[in-house]
């Protein structure tokens, strides 16, 4: 008779799908009698399960005995710019579960970034939520325990994610500028690089059409870029009664160079950002009408999700993209 791995009072669902070599939803379903399954594939879940010593707790809440209901929040964005609304989007949805969470700033250092997931299995926290301050797709993370990626883009599609719809979000800008009659759109962005500078300038391309003047201009996330753009896009003769920013940043930017060149937004040129970053959007001047992304849903979402999948049940959708809003300000009526 085979030794058992671990006891019982050890094994998780997370254990299961390692030794059975399949995926946390496969192992749900073959245990819960889920899904469709073949019926050799249900067979060795629970043959593994049973030879682990695998039991799930009195409640049916889908893990072994054993829960220490915590979860661990691993970030690479150390301002918290946008992992703060995610986390207190993400507590809502945990507190529910009586969830505490730990949160761990790998400060985008790989090396880091391993031994803080090392810590925290470690302390079995019961699953994981990794987000980060770029939407640009990220290794996933070695863990053998439920993982929900928020806001950041895991590089393998059978993770779980909640993303922010950033196409929506920049046609959103566009259209509202559209709906004023502007008919001269520049687009500032920033780097081409990244992936979040692309996918807004495309959408930006395709909904103001003819009335896109030059291409996108990329450069940096920065004021001093969203500065340098105007006094670029002026010196080559553009006519412009817009700018449509892909950050708030770059719009804080642009809203002083167009001051100081004495153009009246929204008068002559009306201004959009992108984040709705209330240091920068608020205290712009004129008020910056600007995409909300909606983060802290973002992370309602990731909560809700990491909670079905420590609970051993399957998510309806394994992806998740939120909606954003436009919040009209100043600078645009």
Not at 276 to 289: E, I
Request: some cysteine; hydrophobic content about 40%; aromatic content about 4%.
């Amino acid at each position: 008779m085979s030794p058992r791995a671990s006891s019982p009072a050890t094994v998780k669902i997370g254990d299961v799908a390692r030794a059975a070599g399949v995926s946390l939803g496969t192992v749900s379903k073959a245990l819960n009698g889920t899904g469709s399954l073949r019926e050799e594939t249900r067979r060795h879940v629970q043959e593994v399960a049973d030879r682990l010593g695998f039991v799930p707790d009195s409640r049916g809440r889908g893990l072994a005995s054993g829960r220490t209901y915590t979860v661990g929040f691993l970030t690479t964005d150390s301002f918290g710019r946008f992992t703060l609304p995610i986390l207190m989007g993400a507590e809502d949805a945990l507190s529910v579960g009586r969830m505490a969470v730990i949160l761990s700033d790998t400060r985008d250092d790989r090396a880091r970034e391993e031994h803080l997931v090392r810590s925290l299995r470690g302390r079995r926290v019961d699953g994981l939520v990794v987000t980060g301050r770029s939407t640009d797709e990220r290794a996933r993370v070695d863990i053998d325990i439920p993982v929900v990626y928020a806001f950041t883009r895991p590089d393998d599609p059978e993770q779980c994610a909640v993303l922010s719809d950033e196409a929506a979000g920049a046609a959103l800008a566009a259209r509202h500028l559209l709906s004023l009659g502007r008919s001269r759109i520049l687009h500032v962005t920033g780097p081409q690089r990244h992936r979040s500078a692309r996918v807004r300038a495309e959408a930006v391309v395709d909904t103001a059409g003819d009335a896109l003047v030059g291409e996108p201009m990329f450069g940096t996330w920065s004021e001093e870029w969203g500065r340098r753009a105007i006094d670029i896009a002026l010196a080559s003769g553009l006519d412009v009664d817009a700018v449509c920013c892909g950050s708030d940043q770059i719009a804080r930017g642009v809203l002083d160079q167009l001051h100081e060149r004495r153009i009246a937004v929204p008068e002559q040129v009306a201004v959009t950002g992108y984040d709705n970053w209330d240091v920068m959007a608020l205290a712009a001047r004129p008020p910056l009408t600007t995409v909300d992304m909606n983060l802290g849903e973002v992370g309602r979402r990731a909560g809700e999700m990491l909670l079905e999948l420590i609970d051993g049940r399957e998510p309806a959708r394994c992806e998740i993209i939120v909606p954003p809003r436009l919040e009209i300000r100043g600078s645009t009526v």
